[in-house]
């Protein structure tokens, strides 16, 4: 079992969406979709003051309820640029604009923006605008310890190289298929990863996304040492 963090707490609000509390207190909301997220807990609906959030792209099952969190708590949000872009266009101004490869800093961690291999359309009342490439992110907390979220993707061999350069102790994977990986798929992004600590994301919320935890467990089943969290929403690591 991996140890985190004293004072980290990974909350995950269902489908991608994801609360993180560092170890200095700050809060950072990943891929902000609550209110109309039928995975999402009642009481999380509102997730409560936020110092950040991070946006994997433009759909609307991970940007839905961007605009007005960003409004109501007056967090930063960090994306790729097309998408702050449009962010901004909606009246926002605490928006910190970067790109692939890129490390900011944000709610006083290191954010390296990954590659995914996805779309990334905003839907804007009937015009789809585009909102740049969909993107993964590491967030490195004080201490070092590293948050993978794949965001939306498939299986793609550079997954080694998030590996080897940042060294995730975590990975936040998606495993419904249909959008993105299924379960088979999702195994060999940890065997790419060479990661330990695997929280699977993005099954279930609808009936097309039909892999499970327990099919990632048979297909990784050769991976030694492997722990596989199933969290249930609302539930967390720390
Ligand atoms: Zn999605």
Known sequence: METFPNGMELTWLGHSTFRLTTPSGKRLLIDPWVMNNPACPDELKDPGPLDAMLITHGHFDHIDDAVELGRSTGAQIAAIAETCRWLGSKGLDNLL??????????????????????????????????GGEAAGYVVELEDGFKIYHAGDTAVFSDMALIGKLLKPDVALLPIGDHYTMGPRSAAEAIRLLGVKTVVPMHFGTFPSLTGTPGQLREHAGDVDGLEIVELEPGSSLS
């Open 97 to 130: 604009d970067f790109n692939k490869g890129g490390t900011v800093e944000v709610a006083g961690c290191k954010v390296h923006m990954t590659h995914a291999v996805h779309s990334c359309g905003i839907i804007d009342g009937d015009r789809i605008v585009y």
